[in-house]
């Protein structure tokens, strides 16, 4: 009986024993997650290759018990019961409180490290039964795709070379003639785009003349993107209508 009290003393353990008397049938006291990993290193074969290896890698140190560090977290060595009883303490224990993975992970690799501990923990919470039991979705159910609308654009085929007059001149004809005057033109900063001339006449018109940001062509995205469907429409006109495919450019625009 003085030998159990020593060692319950040795252990820091007091016990209080409510009534007259009380009576031990049995005593049993088990280590706790640290010391039972501390103790089990030193008969681990893994941890003590890399001991062995502590020159090349200088994350690792031992301390003065011989016990083996990554920087300031405890190696677990590869023990399934171990680390098993760990990621059940980090997660279930009233203190945690089933966390989601990311969460269990950044608290364990507070303190802890071994090889492949954030698959273990997210393998761990996901066949977590109370888990899948309670926790629910909070994003939005997906609905069903809806096709984008598609913006009413109108195109003319002109030569690259027509001066400022002549495109002032197509412009009236065949955009404002048929379609009205525009609300807004989104241009690539061409020279003849960017002149007083056509300054003055948009703003006799009341129309707003955008530039797209120099060298940065996806500013004007949506024109890059059609020109693109344009010019793959227009090689298939050429290729299905070979003699006559300018005839079709019409269709094209439609």
Known sequence: EEEIIRDLERLGIELYVRGQRGYWASLRIEPDLMSRIKEAQKEDSEIWTIVKNLDKQVEFHLDDDNV??????????????LREALLTEAHS???????????????????????????????FVSKCLICQQV????????????????PSVHFLPIRKDYSVSRL???FQQEIVRLHGTPSAIVSDRDPRFASRFWKGLQKAWGTRLKFSTTF?????????STIHTLEDMLRSCALEWT???????CLVEF
Request: proline share 4%; glycine share 6%; net charge negative.
């Open 243 to 249: 003699g006559n495919w300018d005839d079709y450019i």
């Open 135 to 150: 926790k629910i979705e909070h994003q939005w159910a997906s609905g069903l795709l809806q096709q984008l609308d598609i």
């Open 216 to 224: 940065h062509p996806q500013t004007d995205g949506q024109s890059e």
């Open 68 to 81: 083996l560090w990554q920087n300031t977290r405890l190696v677990v060595l590869n023990d399934a019961s």
């Open 93 to 123: 224990s009233p203190f945690s409180v089933h966390p989601g993975s990311t969460k269990m992970y950044h608290d364990l690799k507070q303190y802890f490290w071994w090889s492949g501990m954030k698959r273990d923990v997210a393998t």
């Open 168 to 170: 002032a001149e197509i």
